[in-house]
């Protein structure tokens, strides 16, 4: 256990006094009254334990001891020397004053201790000893200045190395924040892209099966198999990314994440929801970057999913990918009623925003808006060269 600051200032309070009482008959013989050594201990080794906190009053307080020591207490207390041990005591305040109030303060303060020593040397010495007397009291107040100096720079760097881990520790929560909202929006998107374009496949099939349930069974029930294999595709997917969030294994095998191949797919499955795509590919998607695969297949999905939701009756879409060395141009096109513009601003949601920060993730471009033929489009281009 680590021992309070003012115990140490005590110990060395006491052990001055002990010091003290040794010279207490020398001091009676020379007519030194017992109240007046008494006033003088109390004055000087007193505030030491209490120096610490309150360096200015403590200082000053011991000076105050010291200057009633030259007038009450004669030469010859200690080897012929008229010194006490809790002299020492004025050093000792010299160094807290310039460890813990600053160099104003103790200039001041040394000013003081200058008139006074001057004054003991003049009064209470008198002859030639007082020249080294007062070059070894001003080498003891010199020592206890760059004690205190050194002591003070420390506590300071410390005390500005405390601040800067305090702004570490800030900046580092602010940096989690900001990366726990970030991963909170892309998983936001993913789960938007996942779901919207899961639930609308469903909805679609749903109502033509409720349509020919009774006139075409056989319609029916390939709609409800379409229900079915969608929803647990959606399921796998979500179970993908919440798994993210839940699972503490570092070890665990995650589901590779879908790329430019599953184009197809998205166009197999928006055919069998009743839109009939067009898919034209161009150039080698199969080894493009892992980003930009899962980017495009993002993209073409919400794409088709905008159609399916608002393009209405009799909509087709056309999906074209062209690679070239430099970059990838994706194109999907429909011809239905589309969305009004406005309402895509007004919106807010994650579907046109999430696909323009995917590609400006990658330094791509992208644009969405009606298509002055009719219809709807989403144009996006991503960079490939190195």
Excluded: C
């Excluded at 009633?68 to 008229?82: A, D, K, R, S």
């Excluded at 892209?193 to 349930?213: E, F, K, N, P, Q």
């Excluded at 191949?261 to 839109?275: D, F, M, Y």
């Amino acid at each position: 256990m680590k021992a309070h600051p003012a115990f140490g200032d005590s110990l060395i309070a006491g052990l001055l006094l002990i010091f003290d009482m040794g010279v207490a008959a020398s001091t009676a013989e020379q007519g030194v009254s017992f109240s007046a050594f008494l006033a003088v201990t109390l004055l000087m080794l007193g505030p030491l334990p209490f120096r610490r906190y309150h360096p200015l009053g403590t200082s000053y307080l011991i000076l105050a001891g010291a200057f009633l020591q030259l007038f009450t207490h004669g030469g010859g207390i200690e080897f012929g020397v008229p010194v006490r041990a809790s002299d020492f005591a004025l050093a000792i305040a010299l160094y807290t004053l310039v460890a813990y109030t600053g160099r104003k303060s103790a200039l001041i303060y040394s000013g003081w201790l200058l008139a006074g020593t001057l004054l003991w040397a003049i009064f209470q010495v008198g002859d030639l000893q007082a020249v080294f007397l007062v070059f070894m009291v001003f080498v003891i107040f010199g020592f206890s200045w760059a004690m205190g100096e050194f002591v003070g720079a420390r506590r300071a760097y410390q005390s500005e190395l405390e601040q800067r881990l305090k702004l570490l520790e800030t900046e580092r929560d602010q940096q989690a924040k900001i990366a726990v909202g970030e991963e909170r929006s892309r998983i936001a998107r993913e789960l938007h892209d996942v779901v919207a374009h899961a639930v609308s496949v469903m909805i679609v099939h749903a109502d033509g099966a409720a349509y020919t349930i009774r006139s075409q069974p056989e319609v029916a029930e390939n709609a409800v198999r379409t229900i079915a294999d969608t929803g647990r595709q959606a399921l796998t997917e979500m179970r993908r990314l919440l798994g993210v969030l839940r699972s503490e294994d570092a070890e665990t095998q995650w589901a590779p994440q879908p790329d430019a191949r599953g184009v197809v797919e998205l166009a197999e499955n928006t055919r069998a929801a009743g839109v009939p795509v067009r898919l034209e590919i161009t150039g080698d998607v199969d080894d493009l970057p892992a980003g930009v695969g899962l980017s495009i297949y993002r993209i073409v999905q919400e794409a088709l999913t905008n159609t399916i939701k608002h393009a209405g009756t009799g909509t087709t879409a056309f999906v074209r990918l062209a690679r070239t060395p430099e970059e990838l141009r994706l194109e999907v096109v429909d011809n239905g009623f589309g969305t009004p513009h406005d309402v895509v601003k007004v919106s807010g949601g994650n579907g046109l925003i999430g696909m323009r920060e995917r590609a400006a993730v990658l330094g791509g471009e992208f644009e969405a808006g009606p298509n002055p033929g009719g219809g709807w489009r989403v144009r996006a281009s991503f960079p490939l060269a190195a």
